[in-house]
């Protein structure tokens, strides 16, 4: 079971649109307890505390022991509605668990053992397909995030979901193996030692009429020959 992070909460009494101002200029974020089967309870969480807690990237799945008035309730943070424009805290809805209790969770996916892949030491590309794996989790036990070891990997290689051992009590939201990343090839730019360049002292073709031809040019397969018809177009410009 991860362990779980104390917070210290108080009951808040009024509720409403302007008692919930109140409780933000007295520097106290409101707040809601509910589910298990029992009746609501309407707190409010210390604005710096819940600043700080909500900037981990655990929030969500952090367990969280709420200390009210020596009672204690094991919840997670469930919806959290932030300032538009300064990104503070204005709501949290705290959800109660017992072990019956699942969850859908967004956990974040991890490489690890970059050096050790044949195809990413060749120029390949780690193409991440999911950032994030959606499961159905007890609360009890939530993975931090899902690791995937990318050792004796090559380009053209995917990495898929059962490369990861989930945890107990955890199982994906669908049945199928789906891909999570892949490595793929380099994408090969051209230098510009690459590009022809005419030989020294190659002369051009005789011209039209008997006139003397230029000395020869070169020019790329992506370079378009113009088109004399092109310059009446082009004088409307």
């Not at 490489?111 to 794996?133: A, Q």
């Not at 669908?174 to 990343?181: L, M, P, S, W, Y």
């Not at 490595?183 to 009429?209: K, R, V």
Request: aromatic share 4%; glycine share 8%; with cysteine.
């Amino acid at each position: 079971m991860v362990e779980a992070v104390t917070v210290s909460v108080e009951v808040r009494e009024r509720t409403g649109k302007g008692a919930a101002r109140a409780q933000r200029r007295a520097g106290r974020i409101p707040a809601v307890i509910y589910g298990d089967k029992q009746d609501p309870i309407t707190i409010s969480v210390d604005d710096r505390e819940l600043t700080k807690l909500f900037h981990s990237p655990r929030f969500f799945t952090q367990i969280f022991e709420l200390n009210l008035d020596g009672e204690k309730h094991q919840v997670l943070a469930r919806d959290l509605q932030v300032h538009p424009v300064t990104d503070g805290p204005l709501h949290v809805d705290f959800m109660r668990f017992n072990q019956e209790t699942r969850i859908v969770l967004l956990i974040p996916a991890t490489f690890i053992n970059d050096e050790l892949s044949p195809g990413l030491k060749r120029g390949g590309v780690l193409n991440i397909v999911r950032r994030e794996v959606e499961l159905l989790c007890s609360p009890l036990n939530i993975p931090g995030e899902l690791v995937f070891d990318l050792e004796g990997l090559d380009i053209g290689d995917a990495i898929h979901i059962g490369a990861t051992e989930l945890p107990e009590d955890v199982a994906t939201t669908t049945d199928r193996d789906f891909t999570v990343a892949t490595i793929s090839a380099p994408t090969l730019m051209p230098s510009d030692e690459e590009e022809a360049e005419p030989e020294e002292g190659e002369e051009g073709e005789e011209g039209m009429d008997g006139e003397e031809g230029v000395d020869g040019e070169v020019v790329s397969e992506d370079t378009a020959i113009p088109d004399p018809s092109d310059d009446g177009a082009n004088s409307n410009d």
